[in-house]
């Protein structure tokens, strides 16, 4: 697979031994990037989906297991429908072309949320993409879409409360283990390393449950300017971190 532009160094100098299992990315600061050239903020969103496309094929070519990229939260429905309408189109783009685009690169792709909420061609293409790619053994990519953590953590209670009352668990048996097994991220190990774009430092509802011991990195680079260098640099960091969990 060719990558493009700023993405097409092959060299890393990075240690291999301490890679991240699972990189989480909230990738901010498209509308922004677009103001600033004195573009609709929908052209900041199509270039935001390019780098996404660059980014996911590089950590599959350096060896990240899992990727989980924020594409769209539950409250982004506040933002006009115009946005909305942007955001869902290059969304349904990403997974038609992702079979060409990816191709080659052995990516498993899975979409995670409130799916029920989604026009009907996204929710034809989401299973057919999710079938597509189900063999794939390299790198798995979850995109967020329509996903907000206080909602999965809200489902995960209904489905545990419906299982209690249908005597299929019983309510001394609900600890950690089984709540992570109801979430979306059922079977994927907790994100290692959290990275967000342009400079907010917040969590805006990604992950919660599953960010619990994430290591955090920041940056104030705007999603669509987000290169290569700027991944190496947080994996860099994240490689310098010494993790406790709560031990000395
Ligand atoms: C992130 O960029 C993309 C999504 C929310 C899908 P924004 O659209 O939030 O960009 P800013 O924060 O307004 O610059
Ligand atoms: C988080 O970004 C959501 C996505 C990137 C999809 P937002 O731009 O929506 O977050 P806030 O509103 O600044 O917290
Ligand atoms: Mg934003």
């Known amino acids: ?3 493009s532009g700023r993405f097409s160094m092959r060299k890393l100098k990075t240690n291999k031994g301490n890679l991240p299992l699972h990189i989480a ?4 600061g498209n509308g922004r990037w677009a103001n600033r050239r004195g573009m609709p903020r929908s052209v900041g969103h199509r270039e935001g ?9 590089y950590c599959s070519e350096i060896g990240i297991k899992y990727v989980t ?5 539950t409250e982004n429905w506040k933002r006009p429908k115009s946005e909305v309408d942007s955001l869902m189109g290059l969304i349904y783009e990403f997974l038609e072309k992702a079979e060409e685009e990816l191709s080659g690169s ?5 979409v995670i949320g409130d799916l029920q909420a989604l026009s009907g061609e996204l929710q034809k293409e989401i299973p057919r993409v999710m079938e597509l790619t189900r063999s794939n053994t390299g790198l798995v990519l979850n995109i967020a879409l329509n996903y907000g953590g206080r909602s999965e953590i809200a489902r995960a209670a209904r489905i545990i409360a419906k299982d209690a009352i249908e005597g299929r668990t019983v309510i001394d048996d609900i600890n950690e283990e089984l709540i992570s097994s109801k979430l979306y991220t059922s079977g ?15 969590i805006s509802n990604f992950l919660l449950w599953q960010c619990a011991y994430s290591e ?3 940056t104030d680079v705007l999603w669509p300017d987000f290169s290569k260098k700027d991944l190496l640099k947080a994996i860099r960091s994240y490689q310098k971190r010494k993790r406790k969990f709560g031990g000395i």
């Not at 989906?49 to 094929?57: E, F, I, P, Q, Y």
């Not at 052995?106 to 899975?110: G, S, T, W």
Request: hydrophobic share 50%; no cysteine; charged share 25%.
């Open 25 to 28: 990315i909230i990738p901010d």
């Open 106 to 110: 052995n990516i498993r792709i899975r």
């Open 1 to 3: 697979m060719l990558l």
């Open 216 to 218: 955090m990195w920041y």
């Open 69 to 73: 990229v924020y594409a769209f939260s």
């Open 188 to 202: 994927i190990p907790d994100p290692d390393l959290l990275i967000r774009t342009a400079g907010e430092k917040r």
């Open 49 to 57: 989906s390019r780098v996404l496309r660059d980014v996911v094929l």
